[in-house]
């Protein structure tokens, strides 16, 4: 489907030579810091520690089969307890009372306590970028952050597409992806972090959107080895 091409500026090798790394973001576990302190309840931190009772009914995530974030989470635990470990992880997280959703919205602005929608769950899939949004317009800090324990990173691409009638230009699109001005809109835009190093990030951010310092990770090849795999058996596990 696509061309080879990478830009001459790309800052990061991608895993194919058709595709041009533009943004990233961290997939996370959100918290809801003020629900913890009213419960007077020690916060998680890891994803081990969401199978502990003491944060059943608590989570709520979306479904990897519809969504991208809860295809990442998915990953994470695969990469967090490999083959032989994640399946029982999950029958835990069920056991614990895990709610599952089609996608991000519904999870977080329906389900989730930390955003508008108030919601009974104050632990959330979502990103590490989303506590920035809730910073409130006097500039204090958010009610909500990033368990970063929890995070699989998620990196999007561009390419040009293979037998396009105007490859010059397609070519040029991906380059002016990777100019200082539109990485410096990414997270404005995008709500993603700009690869280009050396952009400012907006101060919401740069107060309140940390990135994993060691996001768990899957080799890419076995990810498209395995992913429908992956699904079908989260499936029967999650949703039965």
Do not use: K
């Not at 916060?43 to 519809?66: I, Q, R, S």
């Not at 835009?189 to 994993?212: C, F, K, N, R, T």
Request: proline share 8%.
């Amino acid at each position: 489907m696509l061309a080879p091409y990478r830009s001459p500026d790309a800052v990061e090798t991608a895993f194919d030579d058709a595709l041009t790394a533009v943004d990233f973001g961290d997939v996370c576990i959100n918290i809801d810091h003020e629900w913890f302190v009213e419960q007077g309840l020690p916060e998680p931190e890891t994803l081990a520690d969401l199978t502990d009772p003491t944060y059943a009914d608590l989570l709520v995530v979306t479904n990897p089969a519809t969504s991208s974030p809860g295809l990442a989470f998915l990953l994470a635990t695969i990469g967090a307890f490999g083959e032989d470990g994640w399946e029982d992880y999950w029958r835990d997280l069920v056991a614990n009372g895990v709610r599952v959703v089609e996608g991000w919205s519904d999870a977080y602005y329906v389900d989730f306590s930390g955003s508008e929608g108030a919601g009974p769950r104050p632990l959330a899939l979502s990103y590490s970028s989303s506590p920035a949004a809730e910073v409130p317009e006097d500039g204090s800090a958010p009610r909500t952050g990033a368990l970063l324990d929890t995070c699989f990173r998620q990196t999007e691409y561009a390419g040009v597409i293979a037998g396009a009638e105007n490859v010059d230009g397609a070519r040029e699109f991906v380059d002016f992806l990777l100019s200082p001005e539109v990485q410096a809109d990414i997270p404005g835009s995008m709500y993603m972090y700009p690869v280009l190093e050396g952009i400012e990030l907006p101060q919401e951010w740069a107060d309140h959107a940390p990135v994993a310092e060691q996001p768990h990770e899957v080799d890419p090849a076995a990810i498209s080895e395995n992913r429908d795999r992956w699904i079908e058996t989260w499936t029967e596990i999650v949703i039965g």
